[in-house]
């Protein structure tokens, strides 16, 4: 093999060492990162360690500059003014960290609450619930009758309404409004949902197999200094 070859593969091999070098520290300096920010979450938010990651390649020159393109924050088995919350996912944009207050450009967040979680009776009936072809469906009784009323969710400023619009006894589908007059039933089994943040606001609702999906987004966002519920400050990324 001639000189000039070897020392080409030499200096190849010598670049394609760098890269990993710095690919390994850029993602060694983004787990730090990550572990610290969800410290700081748990810390200020008073919820269990969440998951964090980091998005964007390369991560150090955010870090070091203090401004994340993206990150991904999830966390399971919260409670949320008075409401149990199975897993909480949030993805914020543009987020500029430090010692004082975080701004956030845009966050969209999912919310999952398991139906678990929902009331258990409403006005004396029992109420189950469960999906039922892209709506809710609740079981319930009405003067003796068991029945299931079919709901599509939805959001009225901070309230989850719950109006049935089907009800089905028997196995036969009727519309709900005239029914459940004769038969006595609830027509709305809704509930106010906690009170946000300022720059958050709900936006949409649906049934899933696990539970109701609430999304929440927002631009703009200030999160003030952190101290946890103690008191103590939770400090910066």
Known sequence: MRKSTRRRLVSAAAVLFLVLAAVVADRAAARLVAGRLADR??????VPRPSVELGGFPVLPQVLGGRLDRLRIAVADVRA?????????AELRDVRTG???ARIGAAAVSVLVGYEALPTEAAGR???YRYAEGQLGIE???RAVPVT???RPTLTGGRLVLAPTEVEVFGIRRPAGAL???LGGSTDLGRELPTLPDGLSYRAVTATGDGLLVRVEGHELTMPAAEGRAGAHCGGA
């Open 99 to 101: 010692d004082g207050p």
């Open 41 to 46: 979450v748990a810390c200020a938010a008073g």
């Open 140 to 142: 319930t009784q009405a």
């Open 180 to 182: 459940l007059d004769r």
């Open 126 to 128: 029992p109420l189950r």
């Open 149 to 151: 009323l079919l709901v």
């Open 81 to 89: 003014g008075g409401l149990r919350v199975a897993r909480a996912d």
